[in-house]
């Protein structure tokens, strides 16, 4: 029986995957895995039982990644799952940031008829709201990942020309971008070509603050900047500068703050890009996915702190998270045979400092071979799979 525990509403479709093996609720004690959407964790202790955190979304920042693969527990997240949620949010704001529609809005909703009939007013004021066209225009996207190959394949559907960089652009992910998207070397190349400007990346110690004074000054004046995937990824003191002078047109944002959420020239929304009701499903079914796979076969798909890794074994799987030093494989492959094992199959992958190995043997794998492998220097978590 595995125990898993919710930190948030999870849907529906996702709890259901777990079958009759397995307990779910908010209130379960020492759990085997944990999930989550945006509940905050860094300041929680995790118990010995804990073996795997699957987050329902992309984001991780809510989660002590590092801590966790220090103490042997794997991170998932749902990369992809919700990309087409906020592909259709940050197409609505290319139209928002083009188009002053809530000005009009707010402007129509306050007329009302009197010497001049409300149809007459419309015309007359119309001109304040004018704002241009989409098709047309560039369109720079800094990553080029899930969300950021729709939005770049959907803005050339639209009529748009597409300029986009990614470092760490996959092969598969380059092949699912249409043919006509631009793919350039650095973020200045874009900042130099786009009239509007969609961020894709996470946020990191390498990304924090990368939309500030010196970014907006190399982008085109009137540029106008949507931010879907972090709020730390912009200076908001810097673009509420840009706004101030001209620089930057208009900002959208999915991270309001005290600074942006009144100021003049920002549309900001309450988070939701991903707050879709098959968004939502989606992220559940792939995270409840993740940990079946994990805790009852030992397979690695979509971490984020531990290397993806994947066997079928025929025999009984031994999975070792250690970290990524000379000689561990030796070590761990001497431990099996010194205790009579034969090792039928063995996968090994490395992620910066951790790495996992499965092995397939054949035999019976004691408790004294599992102490023996959790004494070397290095083995932080030893798993038997039967």
């Known amino acids: 029986m595995f125990n898993i525990q919710t930190l948030n509403k999870i849907s529906k479709s996702g709890i259901s995957r777990f079958g009759e093996n397995y307990s779910v609720s908010d209130d379960v004690q020492n759990p085997d895995a944990i999930m989550v959407r945006s509940a905050q964790m860094h300041d929680m202790e995790f118990g010995s039982n804990l073996l795997a955190i699957a987050r329902a979304g992309a984001g991780v920042n809510n989660i002590p990644v590092q801590r966790c693969a220090e103490e042997g527990i794997c991170v998932f997240n749902t990369p992809g799952a919700n990309a087409n949620a906020v592909k259709e949010l940050v197409l609505t704001g ?6 002053d529609i809530f000005g009009g809005m707010e402007w129509t909703s306050g007329l009302e008829d009197g010497e001049t009939p409300v149809a007459k007013q419309v015309e007359k004021g119309k001109s304040q709201f004018v704002g241009p066209e989409i098709s047309g225009k560039t369109l720079g996207i800094i990553g080029l990942g899930a969300i950021g190959a729709l939005v770049a394949n959907a803005a050339i559907s639209l009529g748009m020309k597409v300029v986009g960089t990614d470092p760490f652009l996959s092969v598969g992910a380059a092949l699912r971008l249409n043919p006509a998207v631009i793919v350039v070397k650095s973020n200045d190349e874009v900042f130099a070509a786009a009239d509007y400007i969609t961020l894709h990346v996470p946020y990191n110690k390498d990304t924090a603050g990368m939309i500030n004074a010196e970014a907006i000054a190399k982008m085109k004046d009137g540029v106008r900047v ?4 972090r709020g730390e990824l912009v200076n908001d003191d810097d673009m509420l500068a840009a706004l101030e002078s001209g620089k930057v047109a208009r900002y959208c944002t999915d991270f309001p703050n005290a600074k942006t959420s009144h100021a003049k020239g920002v549309i900001a929304t309450p988070h939701i890009g991903a707050s879709t009701p098959e968004s939502e499903d989606n992220c559940a079914v792939m995270a409840a996915d993740e940990l079946i796979e994990y805790l ?4 690695i798909r979509n971490s984020v702190n531990l290397p993806n890794a994947e066997m079928n ?5 031994v999975c070792v998270i ?19 094992l034969n090792i039928e199959n063995m996968v090994n992958a490395s ?7 499965m092995l397939d043997v054949m035999g019976e794998v004691t408790d004294h071979m599992v102490d ?8 932080i978590r030893v798993r038997v799979i039967k």
């Open 322 to 340: 250690h970290k990524n030093v000379p000689a561990m494989i030796a070590a761990v492959t001497t431990a099996a045979a010194s205790n009579g």
């Open 372 to 379: 023996t492998l959790g004494k070397i220097e290095g083995i």
């Open 296 to 299: 009852e076969k030992g397979n």
């Open 226 to 229: 949507l931010n879907y995937a």
């Open 94 to 99: 290319l139209m928002l940031s083009s188009r």
């Open 351 to 357: 992620r910066g400092d951790f790495a996992y190995t």
């Open 313 to 317: 074994a025929v025999g009984t799987k």
